[in-house]
Structure formats: structure tokens, C-alpha cells
């Protein structure tokens, strides 16, 4: 039997960014003519970005005021079926999916994951184009435990795959990836295995006395950079693609900041059908020549801002819930 037809359905504002990229110049490939990608969002509609923006708000505001499920999703589903996923809707089950905190085609919808932020420029939180601080702020990412838990299966392994884990626990609030591992966490998705790739020497005993004890059993400390090369041990969507299946719930985060070996990375995810079919969420920070980003990315910058919209709506289009990374 076939596989079910996947269908992906952006935003009009993210419709809107696509079709006018040429007039916004988001196929700037120099430093020369880069222009800011925050004029987009100056369009006609930008009443529409003020009323997404307060609805994002309410989104964040029932996120962080969710009361943590303190079981493991899997097994609530292996004992109850699937109806136990109304447990994570949001706003104590008042609402079906997180698609009706929005206006009407204000978030991009995938019918595998479910309610998606919109692909805008800059590619961070909207709120970053007036407010610098912004800048790391991952209240702009939309995800949608409801519809993760429905296709999740009682007896899938869950894996976190993290490559470029600088982390440093000291304080939770400063550590994106950690802020990802406790949100997926919170709606019941423990991860079995998180590994992380690291290039920078760290000594481990200084690494594991930093990890938070929910993590520490799955925890994997892997202290060498990661390769693109295919044939690689070192390539971890190979080491996916070997160990795990489609059954499987995977999540890979990637921000290495060498653009020579990330690039080619997130072409194989998007290429190589039977690794595209393993990744449910994917997180990355791709590096291009975008004005407004180019003071914190340096000269490790390669392809236009619209390369990077047509790479994650591509991803999206395949099934995974692919999310710009700060």
C-alpha cells in the first residue's frame, strides 16, 4: 500500500515572502547586496503580522502555564489508545489543535506534524526586527504536541540528536537545546537517547555533572565534530538511518557554524528519501547572507535568504517539522 500523500499548507504571510523574494532582494548571495529582510514584514499586511504576533502571545502564555505530564506519553497511549492525546491539547482541551489559537491561514499547517510557525524573514522571532534582544527568543517556534501524539506509536523509540552541543547547564534559561529537551518533555515525550556532538574539548566528568537528572540516563556525550560524508561513523544521520526506523520519533537539532559540513547535512535530509522518512522535528540554524544577521554570523555564511525559506519549506513539504534555529 502506498504511503498517505502529505500535504503542507503555508501561511499567507508566508506565501506572501515567497512569491514577492525577488522584489525584497532575498536572493542575495554577497555582502554587497544584501538588504534588510525585516522590510518585509512592512508590506500592506502588516496588520496581519500585529494581530499574529497577540495570538502567538496566547500561544507562549498557555505553553508556559501547561501542567507538566508527568508520564511518559507512550505509555499513557499503550494503556488508553490514542484519545489520551487530548491530555496535551492546550487551554485544558477547550481547543482541538493549536491551529484554532490563530486567525485563519495565519500558522502553516502539515498534515504529519501538524500547526507550524510561518517561514519569515528574519527567521527568528518576528519581534527581533525592533528588538534585538530577541535575538536568541524561541517563543516563535509553534509546536503541536496533539498532533505528534496521534502519530505516535506506544512502542516508538525516541531519540534527540544534537549536534553542536556547547550546552552549559548553569542556568536553563541561557541553553536552547535544553529549552527544547524541557518543552518536549512537558507533553510527555521522554527521549531514550539524547546524543550529543560536540566539537570543542570538554572533559566529561565537568559535562555530566551539569546534566539535569531527567536527561542523564539518555545522555550520550560525544566529543568530536561531526562529518557530512555518508560513508562516516561520524555522520549522525547515517547512525539514524542504520540503528532506528520510520516507527521511531526523532528529533535533530543542528548549529555547528561551518556551513562546508551543515549545508550538505540538511541537502541529505531533504535528499536521501529513507532518511528524510526517519526525522519528525528538525531544528537549524542556517547561515546565509541575511543583513540584519550578518554582525552575529561573520564571514561562515553561504546561499540568500531565499534559498534557506525554499530549503525549510522543501523539508516541510516532505513530512518534518523543520524550524529555523537560533
Not at 66 to 90: A, H, M, Y
Not at 208 to 214: A, G, I, L, R, T
Amino acid at each position: 500500500m502506498s504511503a498517505p500523500q502529505i500535504k503542507y499548507q503555508p501561511s499567507l504571510l508566508e506565501e506572501y515572502v515567497l512569491e514577492n523574494a525577488n522584489r525584497y532582494s532575498m536572493n542575495s548571495t554577497s555582502r554587497a547586496t544584501m538588504r534588510p529582510m525585516c522590510s518585509v514584514l512592512g508590506h500592506p499586511d502588516s496588520e496581519e503580522l500585529r494581530i499574529y504576533l497577540e495570538n502567538l502571545k496566547t500561544y507562549n502564555f498557555l505553553l508556559k502555564t501547561f501542567p507538566p505530564l508527568n508520564q511518559d506519553i507512550r505509555t499513557l497511549i499503550s494503556e488508553f489508545g490514542s484519545s489520551v492525546c487530548n491530555k496535551v491539547l492546550l487551554s485544558g482541551g477547550n481547543n482541538s489543535n493549536v491551529s484554532e489559537l490563530f486567525a485563519p491561514n495565519q500558522i502553516s499547517t502539515s498534515s504529519v506534524v501538524g500547526a507550524l510557525e510561518p517561514l519569515i524573514p528574519p527567521l527568528r522571532h518576528p519581534a527581533f526586527c525592533k528588538d534585538r534582544s530577541k535575538l536568541m527568543d524561541l517563543s516563535y517556534m509553534v509546536h503541536d504536541f496533539h498532533a505528534m501524539c496521534q502519530n505516535l506509536k506506544p512502542t516508538a523509540r525516541t531519540v534527540f540528536v544534537d549536534m553542536g552541543a556547547s550546552l552549559d547547564f548553569r542556568g536553563e534559561s541561557s541553553v536552547q537545546a535544553m529549552y527544547v529537551l524541557k518543552l518536549y518533555r512537558k507533553f510527555g515525550f521522554h527521549f531514550d537517547h539524547i546524543y550529543a556532538y560536540e566539537v570543542t574539548p570538554k572533559e566529561p566528568s565537568e559535562v555530566f555533572q551539569k546534566v539535569p537528572p531527567e536527561f542523564f540516563a539518555a545522555y550520550h556525550w560525544i566529543n568530536v565534530g561531526v562529518e557530512s560524508d555518508q560513508q562516516s561513523l561520524l555522520n549522525p544521520l547515517q547512525m539514524l538511518a542504520d540503528h532506528y526506523n520510520e516507527d521511531d520519533f526523532i528529533v535533530v537539532k543542528r548549529d555547528i557554524d561551518t556551513s562546508s559540513v551543515e549545508v550538505p547535512l540538511a541537502y541529505q535530509l531533504l535528499e536521501d528519501e529513507r532518511i528524510g522518512r526517519l526525522v519528525d522535528q528538525f531544528y537549524f540554524e542556517h547561515h546565509v547572507y541575511l543583513k540584519e544577521l550578518s554582525p552575529y554570523w561573520g564571514r561562515a555564511v553561504g546561499g540568500s535568504d531565499s534559498d534557506s525559506l525554499n530549503l525549510f519549506q522543501s523539508l516541510r513539504q516532505k513530512g518534518i517539522g523543520a524550524h529555523s534555529w537560533v
